[in-house]
């Protein structure tokens, strides 16, 4: 599991799009759509900050179980 720092840079992401506030050139991805959903980037931000947390209990869970 990546971490989340580490993400911005990981070449198979499209996080750093949504971050940025040009759209890239040559681009297939609409960040503009889902920034208005969640309402800014800063909140874009701790929702996947918020949901990588949440992977890595359930992961620490899914460990806990088959041991």
Same mark, same amino acid.
């Given at each position: 599991?990546?971490?989340?720092?580490?993400?911005?840079?990981?070449?198979?992401? +499209?996080?750093?799009? &949504?971050?940025?506030?040009?759209?890239?050139?040559?681009?297939?991805?609409?960040?503009?759509? *889902? =920034? $208005?959903?969640?309402? +800014?980037?800063?909140? &874009?931000?701790?929702?996947?900050?918020?949901?990588?947390?949440?992977?890595?209990?359930?992961? *620490? =869970? $899914?460990?806990?179980?088959?041991?």
């Amino acid at each position: 599991m990546i971490d989340l720092d580490e993400l911005n840079c990981y070449s198979w992401t +499209s996080f750093p799009y &949504y971050l940025s506030v040009e759209v890239a050139e040559n681009s297939f991805v609409n960040s503009n759509f *889902i =920034i $208005k959903i969640v309402g +800014s980037r800063e909140r &874009y931000v701790e929702f996947v900050r918020n949901q990588s947390d949440y992977q890595r209990q359930l992961k *620490i =869970i $899914k460990d806990l179980l088959l041991e």
